[in-house]
């Protein structure tokens, strides 16, 4: 295992940062960072950002917005909170496996003193408050998890960044959101900086020692290059606007999370459909879209087509056919 700090705040570059060493660095080896973004909301690969952010208060406040490659919920980011990612090899895992990267980080926060759980699908909670949300992505024998761990976050912030947060249900919505996240540092019993905090987990991790990787010049022309040509555009984090026709048709299925389907039906064909929402998958679900595509929109042949594909593939944890099936026709 190598250490990397990519020595930047710009979330447009940490991302690409992070896809660099997923990508380019030498397949043998693997890598462990730990980062901080300057105020943000990092889009999970497969949301409709529009739906996901409060627009106005994003451009007004100077937060950026940037896509992952990974699926997942959107989530706020500013200097108060520490992310980390592992580069490793896929080690046979034949499905998305989010509690196994946990367990050092939860081992850790055990160590220092906090009660911490892992929770849910993806989360690191203390006394049922999430404190940590996680992601992962595969390709090509690699595996790529990220992970927040929220230590002094400003949840103000959070709140009137995230979609959903009117003017006037601010302060509900701070109460509401403080009732199930939480900072690390209310649990600590002395009072620490996040830089602290970042040596203290990172020490405990490795406790032998670990050998930093230095970026060299070359790669940090890489990685600027990445930043500039996907990060850092608007093709990239906003997608395009669709049509006013497009027709949405939304569904939640427990363990799997929030899919969404924007629909374009001509003469009961399907012409146009893309799957948004917080769910995990191996495959770009993209794919399953163009399969889709040309079909009759009838929910038998749609229910017919849908079953010969593996769609645990593209949606983590879906149990049946039926019920993406019935999130399209509901």
Known sequence: MNYIETGSTDPTFNLAAEQFVFENLDKNQEYF?????????????????????????????????????????????????????????DNNFNIINLHYFCEPILNVLRKIGINAEISSRNDITIQGKKISGNAQYKRDGRVMHHGTIMFDVNIENLVKALAGSEVKNISKGIKSVKSRVANIKEYLSEDIEINTFKYMLLNNLFPQ??????????????????????????????????SDAITYKRGKINGCGTIEAALLVENNIITFIKFYGDFFGNNDVDELSALLTGHRYNYDEILSVLQKYPLECYFHNISSALELADILFK
Not at 221 to 233: D, M, V
């Open 33 to 89: 960072m730990l980062w901080q973004n300057d105020k943000s909301i990092i889009i999970g690969k497969n949301q409709n950002t529009f739906f996901e952010i409060n627009h106005n208060f994003v451009m007004k406040n100077g937060i950026q917005v940037v896509r992952r490659l990974s699926g997942g919920g959107a989530v706020y980011h500013d200097l108060g909170n520490l992310n980390f990612t592992y580069v490793v090899n």
């Open 209 to 242: 020692g670990i050998p930093q990787y230095i970026f060299s010049d070359k790669d940090i022309k890489s990685i600027k290059e990445l930043q500039r040509t996907r990060y850092a555009t608007y093709g990239w984090n906003y997608g395009s606007p669709l």
